[in-house]
């Protein structure tokens, strides 16, 4: 079955103004080594939307076209377990609901027993989806309108979609492995997917166990609510309890923040949650992942102005933290 591209995002400009990642082409498109995950069943949405932080049901039903929708699963304590992309198959709400999972391909096992933990006697199939591929398409820096030349060219894609979290993230593309991107996507090439996550870290955009360790991570912390990602008005959910009276007390002390260091960082050098520490020598936070000059951190917004350091092996390196454009303002929750 295939899926037209969704509505573009609102405002393309604003995407290429903030994509630094060179090529001249209409797009880059950067393959993603995540996994998906096929959900479909009578009961699907119903299943779907008891385990997630977002409103399943507009997705299902395709209410305003949407195709994607991001949601994160929580445990009990209403921490994060698993960041997700989920993508709508079936073009009808009389259909059979039919929906893929995107997710961290590390933790694809664990999510499977996790859901199937919860089917109980649903009428649902879950199955890995080992014959598709997932790509990021951003824009170039010469990509004109590039909202609709790429709904002009979407049939040989399975789902051409803007990204749910936010504009600067471009769009999400599944096509069958081995598929000829430069058919679905004219004059497009192949991006370093290092880029990709240059540009995701840039933007203070989470990603994967590395950046949400499971367990640890927290919903409004870690910026669920500016992407899109949570619902406060659909109901019980596991671990909405705690996510419902932070949000409703509108107190969030820290926050992921992109950081940018004053050095390149060694690779896989630096262990998880290494701490952050400013001028004075206090804890202003933790060190998530990076990759070069930049990473991404979770912070006390009470330090971000602050001199800020990380100790590497001794070395103290210097960062600065800021706060991302596509940050709603003013941030207020």
């Not at 009961?43 to 997630?52: D, I, K, N, R, T």
């Not at 598929?179 to 870290?201: F, K, Q, V, W």
């Not at 609510?225 to 705690?242: D, P």
Request: with cysteine.
């Amino acid at each position: 079955m295939l899926v037209r591209a969704a509505a573009a995002a609102s405002s393309p400009g604003l995407l290429r103004r903030l994509w630094r990642g060179g090529g001249s082409g209409a797009a880059a498109c950067f393959p993603l080594g995540r996994a998906l995950l096929d959900v479909r069943g009578a009961e699907a949405g119903v299943f779907l939307q008891g385990l997630l932080t977002n409103d399943v049901t507009p997705l299902v039903a395709g209410d305003g076209g949407r195709a994607a929708l991001y949601a994160h699963a929580l445990n009990v304590q209403g921490r994060c377990l698993y960041d997700l992309i989920l993508y709508r198959l079936h073009e009808s709400p009389e259909e059979e609901p039919h929906i893929l999972l995107e997710c961290d391909s590390g933790v694809l096992d664990a999510i499977q027993k996790h859901l199937k933990l919860y089917k109980i006697r649903r009428k649902i199939n879950i199955t890995p989806c080992l014959d598709l591929s997932l790509w990021a398409v951003v824009p170039g820096e010469q990509a004109g309108d590039i909202a609709s030349s790429l709904a002009k060219c979407a049939d040989q894609a399975l789902i051409l979609t803007p990204d749910p979290r936010t504009e600067v993230m471009g769009w999400r593309l599944i096509a069958k492995k081995g598929a000829n991107l430069s058919e679905i996507i004219p004059g497009s090439h192949i991006g370093n997917t290092e880029d990709y996550h240059r540009h995701r870290y840039k933007q203070g955009i989470p990603e994967g166990v590395k950046d949400l360790p499971p367990g640890v991570a927290l919903p409004l912390e870690s910026n669920l609510a500016y992407m899109n990602g949570i619902s406060f008005t659909k109901g019980c959910y596991i671990g909405q309890e705690l996510t419902a009276r932070t949000y409703h007390m509108g107190v969030i002390r820290k926050r992921l923040l992109p950081v940018h260091f004053s050095t390149p960082l060694p690779k896989d050098s630096i262990p998880e949650g290494a701490e952050i520490l400013t001028e004075s020598g206090k804890s202003a936070g933790k060190f998530r992942a990076g990759g070069g000059e930049l990473g991404i951190a979770l912070l006390r917004l009470a330090n971000i102005n602050e001199p800020l350091c990380l100790n590497i092996a001794g070395d103290k390196v210097k960062l600065t933290a800021s706060i991302p454009e596509w940050w709603p303002k003013p941030a207020s929750k």
